[in-house]
């Protein structure tokens, strides 16, 4: 098995057990609980972690310069190799999971002798705060980073869902916590709503207000019949004061029952490695597929979405193998007294609490 290493602040690396992929995702930093930048790096298994001079160069690492931006301004993502172009040079292809407000050209060439190249992102004005992911592409490895596109004007608040998805089943009902965050000088309380949810789903709030000055949790509880038909849905979560509109979107999977689905059971454990204890998650993938990914870890037992630690993700699309997967925070090492709550596809996990999660 190849192992990369990187001195990166808030490595999260996750790890394909039965298959061919070893990757590595950024997260944010403990101490100064800002929002991670959810970049990765993958390579096939097969690959060593001594440069073959023979060997074709695969991507070692995708950073953007500056990772946040006003929407409008432009940024600048660079790639890096793991060993330096041969005649010809190396292409490079890009993707962006957002191409209306992030573009990136199709693709960059890293010349000949060079291990680095660079090309300019553009961005177009944001109407609210959003994460995109960048993906490069070469020779069988994949890296990327996620772009912060800010609005012009900070908004007075702002409102999120952690997790962003959650899955149901037929019949069956479920929650999530909506979170809100006045701005500085804002101080009023804001009413929560789900307006035109999908027939057949019915959306509650404990409680429906938070009080001035706007900041705030409140859990989100999602009813679904057994009329519902099983798919994908997306219900729009708003926040307001009476005068200013605030919305994030909840992804819901509706599942049959029979379990089905690109994603297995997520299984919250903890993982052993170099003598460290690590908060991760286990799943099988019954079939390759295309999958959001977000995974959030808190401080504390019960996810408490007011004490943050680290996510990444963001419920961006991911693109897995069919094989069994081991995710963790390898930038939380041995601090057990933290939860998380982790969303792949058709499946969103419960509070994993480590401090009694079993290993993996």
């Known amino acids: 098995m190849s192992f990369i290493e990187?001195?990166?602040?808030?490595?999260?690396?996750?790890?394909?057990?039965?298959?061919?992929?070893?990757?590595?995702?950024?997260?944010?930093?403990?101490?100064?609980?800002?929002?991670?930048?959810?970049?990765f790096v993958g390579r096939p298994?097969?690959?060593?972690?001594?440069v073959d001079s023979?060997?074709?160069?695969?991507?070692?690492?995708?950073?953007?310069?500056?990772?946040?931006?006003?929407?409008?301004?432009?940024?600048?993502?660079?790639?890096?190799?793991?060993?330096?172009?041969?005649?010809?040079?190396?292409?490079?292809?890009?993707?962006s999971a957002d191409p209306s407000l992030v573009a990136a050209p199709v693709s960059m060439t890293v010349a000949k002798g060079h291990t680095q190249a660079s090309v300019v992102l553009t961005t177009a004005a944001a109407a609210a705060s959003a994460s995109v992911g960048l993906t490069a592409s070469c020779n069988g490895a994949t890296a990327g980073a996620t772009l912060t596109v800010n609005p012009a004007k900070a908004a007075p608040f702002t409102v999120k869902l952690a997790p962003p998805a959650l899955t149901v089943g037929q019949g069956s009902s479920a929650s999530d916590q909506v979170v809100t965050n006045a701005g500085t000088g804002f101080d009023n309380s804001l009413s929560l709503d789900a307006p035109n949810p999908p027939a057949g789903v019915t959306v509650n709030f404990t409680p429906s207000l938070i009080k001035a000055p706007g900041s705030g949790t409140s859990q989100v509880n999602v009813n679904v019949d057994s009329s519902v038909a099983a798919g994908h849905y997306s219900i729009r979560i708003t926040a307001s004061d009476g005068t200013t509109l605030r919305t994030a979107t909840l992804k819901l999977t509706v599942g049959d029952g029979s379990g089905s689905g690109p994603v297995g059971a997520l299984k919250g454990c903890?993982?052993?490695?170099?003598?460290?204890?690590?908060?991760?998650?286990?799943?099988?993938?019954?079939?390759?597929?295309?999958?959001?990914?977000?995974?959030t870890l808190y401080f504390g037992a019960t996810c408490d979405p007011n004490r943050w630690a680290d996510q990444f993700g963001f419920g961006n699309p991911l693109a897995l193998g069919g094989f069994g997967y081991t995710f963790w925070f390898s930038d939380f090492a041995d601090q057990l007294n933290t939860s998380a709550i982790w969303t792949v596809g058709n499946q969103t996990s419960q509070c994993v609490d480590y401090s009694v999660a079993p290993d993996c």
């Not at 298994?45 to 001594?50: G, K, N, Y």
């Not at 310069?65 to 490079?92: C, D, E, M």
């Open 6 to 39: 990187n001195t990166c602040t808030g490595w999260l690396r996750f790890l394909l057990i039965t298959g061919i992929t070893l990757l590595l995702e950024c997260g944010g930093n403990a101490q100064q609980q800002k929002t991670a930048n959810g970049g």
């Open 45 to 50: 298994e097969t690959q060593t972690s001594t």
């Open 54 to 95: 023979g060997a074709a160069p695969a991507i070692s690492e995708v950073r953007l310069f500056p990772a946040t931006v006003i929407g409008g301004n432009p940024s600048r993502l660079r790639v890096t190799l793991t060993q330096a172009a041969p005649v010809g040079g190396v292409r490079v292809t890009l993707s």
């Open 270 to 295: 903890t993982l052993k490695m170099s003598g460290h204890k690590y908060q991760a998650v286990e799943f099988t993938m019954n079939e390759a597929a295309t999958v959001d990914f977000n995974g």
